[in-house]
């Protein structure tokens, strides 16, 4: 694992980022851009989930919605996986980023679970059933929101 983790800090991108001010500075941003329409997306159709808005269609909230939180998921993992990369072995030991990865993959099997079983509008759930998953997938966002910044603190 040591040298598979050598490996991709001795990676062209890696070795840039390392060395690039506004390169670091930009690739962040745009991580931080992803994780704002995943998260900005993910809240709003979860509590619709939840029961509030109730008059707000809730077809018309997917159709929306969830491209937006695809679209930031699909920036925010390959901007994370580069962030990663230039110090893969210090982070690599970080607990906060293990669990991160963790609710990460939850949250996505979490969505995906409810998407194949009940379709893309969600209309064969249950109100109970919903609700269940609109709390799982909260608690997997808000959580992996969470263990990223406190990976900063973390990283000496």
């Known amino acids: ?7 991709i800090e001795a990676s062209g ?18 991580h ?12 709003p159709l979860n509590l619709r989930l939840l029961g509030l808005w109730p008059a707000a269609p809730r077809a018309a909230l997917l159709r929306v919605l969830v491209p937006a939180a695809c679209a930031g998921l699909l920036l925010a993992v390959p901007t994370g996986l580069l962030l990663f990369s230039v ?3 210090e982070y690599s030991s ?9 609710l990460i993959l939850a949250g996505i099997l979490s969505a995906v679970a409810a998407y194949l079983r009940y379709g893309l509008t969600l209309e064969g759930a249950s109100e109970g059933r919903l609700k269940l998953h609109a709390l799982i997938s909260i608690a997997c966002w808000v959580g992996a929101l969470a263990m ?3 990976i900063a603190f973390a990283a000496t």
């Open 148 to 150: 990223g910044r406190l």
């Open 87 to 89: 110090r893969a072995e």
């Open 32 to 43: 931080i851009f992803g994780i704002a329409l995943l998260v900005g997306a993910v809240i």
């Open 13 to 30: 991108p890696a070795q840039y980022l390392r060395v690039s001010r506004f390169g670091y500075a930009a690739l962040s941003f745009a």
């Open 1 to 7: 694992m040591e040298a598979l983790l050598a490996a």
């Open 94 to 102: 970080i607990g906060f980023l293990q669990v991160k990865l963790a």
